[in-house]
T-cell receptor, first 109, second 113 residues
């Protein structure tokens, strides 16, 4: 299977700060997603980003498929951004998602 | 509509009980998944259904029995569980069994006593 490394494992920010989360894959993936897991356990889709760059409000993501990594940028963080962020990917034509171990973000007011 | 609905949200069951978890999606997705998530860990894949047929079983104990009655529904039947099976159970679906964007339900938090 694929090994997925996420960094950092824990992150504490002051409200308003910016941050970058990283996800490295041991093999090429064709389906890459970023999720935010809220305190109630729901995994919320942030980005489906096999390659390239996308932006959604204060969040943006970049995947460099040839170098097997993806970045999630959070700007002007808010307390509601707190939670665990996961990246996950799957191999081409194989519907098994491999999750990273997550980044736990705590945004303080 | 990108909603996957799971019921119940919470479940407490004894080790001799039989219960079922339900998952429903109306997005026309042809792949559905069950994941198990323990505290402070990432979700772990249990089962994958593609076009209503079981395509992946990640060596899950037989006390967990999946069922896909139709393309919109996915069940997980539970029997003779152990306390260590207590976890958050997540259902997901994706349009293409070959692997496309997956959408997750809000999960069922299961406690086995």
């Amino acid at each position: 299977g694929i090994q997925v490394e996420q960094s950092p494992p824990d992150l504490i920010l002051q409200e308003g700060a910016n941050s970058t989360l990283r996800c490295n894959f041991s093999d090429s993936v064709n389906n890459l997603q970023w999720f935010h897991q809220n305190p109630w356990g729901q995994l919320i889709n942030l980005f489906y980003i096999p390659s390239g760059t996308k932006q959604n409000g204060r969040l943006s993501a970049t995947t460099v498929a040839t170098e097997r990594y993806s970045l999630l940028y959070i700007s002007s963080s808010q307390t509601t951004d707190s939670g665990v962020y996961f990246c996950a990917g799957s191999l081409y034509n194989f519907n098994k998602f491999y999750f990273g171990s997550g980044t736990k973000l705590n945004v303080k007011p | 509509d990108t909603e996957v609905t799971q019921t119940p949200k919470h479940l407490v069951m004894g080790m001799t009980n039989k219960k079922s978890l339900k998952c429903e999606q109306h997005m026309g997705h042809r792949a559905m998944y069950w994941y198990k998530q323990k505290a402070k860990k990432p979700p772990e894949l249990m089962f994958v259904y593609s076009y209503e047929k079981l395509s992946i079983n990640e060596s899950v104990p037989s006390r967990f029995s999946p069922e896909c009655p139709n393309s919109s529904l996915l069940n997980l039947h539970l029997h003779a569980l152990q306390p260590e099976d207590s976890a958050l159970y997540l259902c997901a679906s994706s349009h293409d069994p070959g692997g496309t964007e997956a959408f997750f339900g809000q999960g069922t938090r299961l406690t086995v006593v």
